[in-house]
């Protein structure tokens, strides 16, 4: 056995009184130079393409230095405006329907129906692997059946419907579908964050219908769940291109691609400007998600 005296022991407790923050101060130094570190390098890789993008797109090829035109000429694109209002008709479409679509639909698994659930998981996530290609080419057999065997029929009619007019719906349905895994994970996440048993019970005990509860509780309660799969999916119908371009539509994200085949330095800020719609629709949500209900009424 090992004896410590006084002196010793007292030492080596001021020692270690001396040291501990010492030591503490340079874990935090490190931790904190490991941490900038890293989103040096995540700012490099996120950032270093967008500023090369723009550095390209404002070169001037001819003069040499910069210029402007592109961004200038942006908004007189022949093509742009017609483009640029499909995807946002399609964008607005889709998230309407995804929405009508799901949330009762989450609701109802999971206050009435949770053994269903695992089933409704596997359907909505089966756009995950299964090709947009192979989607689109099944899609593109069914609507050839319209002149062909359902000639005459008011399928046909039907098929035709969703193809023509200036809101091709047969885009939107389509888009439904592929924005269903985020759609679901996104409703999913918020709904298991949020006791709604509790809140559906409350408000049915006090005198609250169905069409009450959902809309002036649960819904304000999944509120940031909610425009979080708004936000995927419009991000995602407003950049996908595969879709579109097979069923030759032109949307905005075929635009751009079309452009880039004549004017690169157009077709670079066009998709720098799509880049910065997203971003501004993802701050919009943060905040409006943000702000939080004090109370609600029943």
């Given at each position: 056995m090992v004896a410590l005296t006084p002196t010793a022991g007292a030492g080596g407790l001021a020692a270690t009184q001396a040291g501990g923050p010492a030591t503490s101060s340079r874990r935090r130094r490190r931790t904190g130079i490991g941490r900038g570190l890293v989103l040096l390098i995540c700012g490099i890789y996120f950032i270093g393409p967008l500023v090369g993008a723009f550095w390209f797109s404002i070169q001037d090829k001819v003069h040499g230095g910069v210029q402007f035109s592109a961004y200038a000429h942006v908004f007189s694109a022949v093509g742009f405006s017609d483009a640029f209002m499909l995807s946002l008709k399609l964008g607005i479409g889709t998230v309407l329907i995804s929405l009508l679509l799901m949330v009762p639909t989450m609701l109802l698994l999971h206050l009435r129906a949770p053994k269903f659930r695992p089933v409704v998981e596997t359907l909505c996530l089966m756009p995950l692997v299964?090709?947009?290609?192979?989607?689109?080419?099944?899609?593109?057999?069914?609507?050839?059946?319209?002149?062909?065997?359902?000639?005459?029929?008011?399928?046909?009619?039907?098929?035709?419907?969703?193809?023509?007019?200036?809101?091709?719906?047969?885009?939107?349905?389509?888009?439904?579908?592929?924005?269903?895994?985020?759609?679901?994970?996104?409703?999913?996440?918020?709904?298991?964050?949020?006791?709604?048993?509790?809140?559906?019970?409350?408000?049915?005990?006090?005198?609250?219908?169905?069409?009450?509860?959902?809309?002036?509780?649960?819904?304000?309660?999944?509120?940031?769940?909610?425009?979080?799969?708004?936000?995927?999916?419009?991000?995602?119908?407003?950049?996908?291109?595969?879709?579109?371009?097979?069923?030759?539509?032109?949307?905005?994200?075929?635009?751009?691609?079309?452009?880039?085949?004549?004017?690169?330095?157009?077709?670079?800020?066009?998709?720098?400007?799509?880049?910065?719609?997203?971003?501004?629709?993802?701050?919009?949500?943060?905040?409006?998600?943000?702000?939080?209900?004090?109370?609600?009424?029943?």
């Open positions: 299964i090709p947009p290609v192979v989607l689109v080419a099944g899609v593109g057999v069914v609507l050839a059946w319209g002149p062909n065997q359902l000639a005459g029929t008011p399928l046909q009619t039907f098929l035709n419907a969703i193809q023509s007019g200036k809101t091709p719906w047969v885009l939107i349905l389509e888009y439904v579908v592929l924005t269903l895994p985020f759609t679901y994970r996104s409703l999913d996440a918020g709904i298991r964050s949020v006791d709604i048993h509790t809140l559906t019970e409350a408000g049915l005990n006090l005198g609250a219908g169905w069409g009450t509860v959902t809309m002036r509780i649960l819904l304000p309660s999944l509120r940031t769940s909610v425009l979080n799969a708004a936000f995927l999916s419009f991000a995602l119908v407003f950049g996908e291109y595969t879709v579109a371009s097979i069923l030759q539509y032109q949307p905005f994200a075929v635009f751009i691609v079309a452009a880039g085949q004549t004017e690169g330095q157009l077709s670079t800020s066009l998709s720098l400007l799509s880049l910065l719609i997203t971003w501004l629709l993802l701050l919009l949500i943060s905040l409006l998600g943000g702000r939080n209900s004090t109370k609600v009424d029943i």
